[in-house]
């Protein structure tokens, strides 16, 4: 299927140790369907910051801006969290490489498995079946806007939510595309009833919706979206929503899979579009080859559904990911009981070598 160039941004924590099973997943896939790989690797994050100084350094710009996708583990060291006089967060590595790469949008799939629903907190007649996708805004809103800052005295500190038109535009028209696409309903979340911004949301979602008339459109606030998605995860088919928003609601929704070592994501925008597992760095399990490495397989399923159009390549990584779940072939946060959990890297063979 052609030449591929893929840049591998492992970043902190587990994400070395997780991402090179996702390449491992990539190269079965280039072997079967015949794709010739360039894997460029790059500094992210801490590791970026240890290096270089800084977290997402021009050297790794250039390398994503010149793959045709990127495949990205996480994020994060505690070195720097709780720390206030560290001038440099590897968070703002991540931020700097999605504004960047242009990166406004993050899709975040939130889908069950039939062998895993023994792993949800929740009722299995609740969760069985669920089926979402959220699409998140992820480059205005309190992330990005300014100021954001503290006053001299230091006991005020202001952040400021920022929302054009224009954003709001292109994020809402994805979120009704993916909807008609899929179960034809789109849940537009916000907080109209306190926020400028948000009103500014609703008000954009209405004008969109009128070329949507296949779409069936609800809006809802982000308070009673979060009780939903636990209450009734099956009421949702796309979701989209702002920034803070979204990074909240994906966290929560994770627990109806059972693991936040499930989810993927796709960021896709106006530069390379990026892949990614929602899970953090994971810290306490760097080294320990015990962290999941399903969600950055299955990012790695996205990147061939949605940087090359291959439904086909992603169907073969999905299928062995399903198989090793099914065989228990799983790490220690889904094991059920009395099953010895494999290794992150026992998990990573036996789908590559099942794809
Ligand atoms: C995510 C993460 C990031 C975010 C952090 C690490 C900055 O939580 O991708 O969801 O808040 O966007
Ligand atoms: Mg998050």
Not at 137 to 153: K, N
Not at 181 to 196: E, I, S, W, Y
Not at 262 to 289: D, M
Request: hydrophobic content about 40%; aromatic content about 8%; some cysteine.
């Amino acid at each position: 299927m052609g030449k591929i160039n893929i840049a591998v941004l492992p970043g902190d924590g587990i994400g070395p140790e997780i991402v090179a099973q996702a390449v491992k997943a990539v190269d079965a896939v280039a072997k079967k369907f015949d794709y010739q790989v360039t894997y460029t690797h790059a500094l992210v994050g801490a590791s970026a910051i240890d290096a270089v100084g800084d977290p997402y350094p021009d050297q790794t710009h250039q390398v994503c801006m010149n793959s045709d996708a990127v495949l990205f583990g996480a994020i994060g060291d505690p070195r720097f969290d709780n720390n206030p006089e560290a001038k440099v967060r590897p968070e703002q590595g991540l931020l700097a490489m999605r504004k960047k790469l242009g990166l406004y949008a993050n899709l975040r799939p939130v889908e069950t498995f039939p062998s895993l629903l023994h792993r949800s907190p929740l009722r299995h007649d609740l969760v069985e079946g669920a089926d979402f996708i959220c699409v998140r805004e992820l480059t205005g809103g309190l992330y990005f806007g300014r100021p954001q800052g503290r006053s001299e005295d230091g006991n005020t500190a202001y952040d400021t939510c920022v929302y054009t038109r224009s954003e709001i535009e292109r994020i809402c028209r994805l979120g009704f595309e993916y909807a008609a696409q899929r179960r034809g309903k789109l849940t537009v979340v916000d907080k109209a009833n306190v926020l400028a911004t948000s009103r500014l949301w609703r008000e954009t979602a209405k004008q969109i919706a009128a070329e949507y008339p296949s779409v069936e459109v609800e809006y809802m606030f982000v308070d009673n979206a979060a009780m939903k998605i636990i209450q009734q995860p099956r009421h949702f088919d796309v979701i989209v929503t702002e920034n803070m928003f979204g990074d909240i609601l994906t966290d929560e929704a994770s627990v109806i899979t059972g693991s936040l070592g499930l989810l993927p994501s796709a960021s896709i925008g106006t530069g390379t579009s990026l892949f990614e597992p929602i899970h953090g760095s994971y810290p306490q399990a760097a080294g320990k080859n015990i962290a999941n490495p399903i969600a950055t397989i299955l990012s790695a399923a996205m990147m061939f559904e949605y940087a090359f159009a291959d439904a086909e390549a992603g169907a073969a990584i999905r299928r062995a990911v399903n198989l090793s779940i099914e065989k228990n072939i799983v790490t220690e946060d889904i094991a059920p009981a009395g099953v010895k959990p494999s290794s992150t890297s026992e998990v990573g063979d036996f789908i590559a070598a099942n794809i």
